[in-house]
């Protein structure tokens, strides 16, 4: 890993003038055609209110990586390029530059010296930032080199976290605890909080954090010594704070607060929604608390907005899956089911296919408990078992809808189940989850809850299965031999992967030491032919159905996932970790 011994520090302060263009560098090295400039300049032009550079525009059409266009800037202004994602940086180093000033300047301090600092910067030609980064740093010569910009924001957010930046959360921490309990509780009860109050400011940041480290769910937990706070990220938990018991009820009230719940109800679980902006970004959060020993522990789950909903092909399907599960899709009747655990990417999957499918010429329901993206131009009804609005009671309703295309959330009941066959049966595209373990065993599942095997036969389009595994984070993934008692779990040798690049992060600022950085889905795609259903016919059992399914040549879930873990997708580790044998 590169240390900070290793960045150039001779580089100064840019000059102003600069005879040869970005766009002309660009195309020397042939990262762009002189056809894409041109767009590029016109759409520059076209734009009306203050000019953007003409390096933003090009990462926004696609035109360019962010890292060829701060190589080639670095190039033009005779700079040095820097990888951040290969430094480690000092956080109080760091933040000797104010976040605000930081932020807006889009400069990170990398280190000090008593003749001068060393910062990265995206816009070395920004003269009035630099200068700014002088004065609040008193610092009267500075050494540049260029970063790209999103690695800079990652670092200057690594910076100021909870688990960085204690000394600030300390100071939050301790003038919440200051405050009088009685007179904050009443505030907050009348919305009177301003956002320079400290509760309001410590759980902005936990908010904010959450969003910058791709947090799913956060957890914070009244326990006998104290508020507990973890991250979900990439599937697993992690501490990332504690404070004492004394803040507990503030916290959490303010969360209520913000999220339309009852704070003087602590006696029974609720439900609510938010929206918060980190970096400009709108995020949905979903609210659940719920009464505990030591008080109400409640759970954030960070959602995905709608128009963030990922393309099919960018899931993780295999080619021959991806082929057979959008062909699922095209047909105008029929059901696919898609099934796994909790937190397996099911959601995900189902909107990234209804966004696939969506037209003019479409009417798309969703039937969900909750709701959990808002997509536009489709309707989306939330299940209400209070009231009434079950699954089975609302999927009469919305088969009177005249729809095309009916999500169910979740089959929970042979009601469910007879009603989403029947539906699809008569002129409906359905698709729905179920909770098994593999792709047949959705199949037995539906004759399990009641319903009939030549309804299901007849019914059933593709069955599919799907797990999350971590990926080898980039900034640190090199190749690496998995360890024979790993492989040996997996039915494999070393001589078994002799052509495979198989890797694994070492671990780095980039993925918080773990090695992993994202995650991808794998899966097992049953195609419904009719040999399947014959056999669904004669001899509905999980096994034969395998076997059958097998002899089609579908790939299992292991299969899938050891081939990613091959091309070096993810690692052998998870594998075993993730998928049964």
Known sequence: MTTLDDVPATSSTPPAQVRRRLGDVLVEKGLLLPEDLDVALAQQREVEGPRRRLGQILVELGM?????????????????????????????????LPRAVAERCRVLVLDKTPEYLLVAAADPTNVL???????????PELHV?????????????RAWSLTEDTSQVSRMVEAATDDDEDETAAAQLSGSVDDDAP????????????????CSDIHLESQRDGLRVRFRVDGLLRDVMSAPKRVAPSVISRIKIISGLDISERRVPQDGRTRVT???????????????????????????RGDDVPALESLGFEPDQLEVFT??????????????????????????????????????ITLEDPVEVQLPGIT??????????????????????????????????????????KASMTGHLVLTTLHTNSAVGAL??????????????????????QRLVRRPCESCADGYIPDEDVLALLGLTIEDILDATPLRGTGCPECGGTGYRGRTAVYEVLDVVPSVRKVLMTTPTESALGEEAARIGMSTLRQSALAKAIRGETTFEEVVRVTAG
């Open 64 to 96: 360019v990586t962010e890292g060829e266009l701060a190589q080639c800037l670095a190039e033009l202004l005779n700079l040095e390029h820097v990888d951040l994602s290969r430094l480690v940086l000092a956080p109080d180093v760091v933040r000797l």
């Open 129 to 139: 930032a630099l200068d700014d980064v002088k004065l609040y740093t008193r610092t």
């Open 145 to 157: 080199v260029v970063a790209t910009d999103s690695q800079i924001r990652d670092h200057l957010a």
């Open 199 to 214: 509760i309001v400011k410590l759980v902005n940041r936990i908010l904010s954090d959450a969003v910058r480290l791709r």
């Open 278 to 304: 980190v970096d400009g970004a709108a995020i949905d959060c979903r609210v659940s608390t719920l009464p505990a020993l030591h008080g109400e522990k409640v759970v954030i789950r960070l959602l995905t």
């Open 327 to 364: 062909r699922a899709l095209s047909v105008p009747q029929g059901l696919v089911l898609i099934t796994g655990p909790t937190g397996s990417g099911k959601t995900n999957t189902l909107y990234a296919a209804i966004h696939a499918t969506m037209s003019p010429e479409k009417n798309i």
């Open 380 to 421: 989306q009804v939330q299940v209400n078992a209070k009231v009434g609005m079950t699954f089975s009671a609302g999927l009469r309703s919305v088969l009177r809808q005249d729809p095309d295309i009916v999500l169910i959330g979740e089959v929970r009941d042979a009601e469910t189940a007879e009603l989403a066959l």
């Open 444 to 465: 037995t599942r539906l004759v399990d809850m009641g319903a009939a095997p030549f309804l299901v036969a007849s019914s059933l389009t593709a069955a599919v299965a």
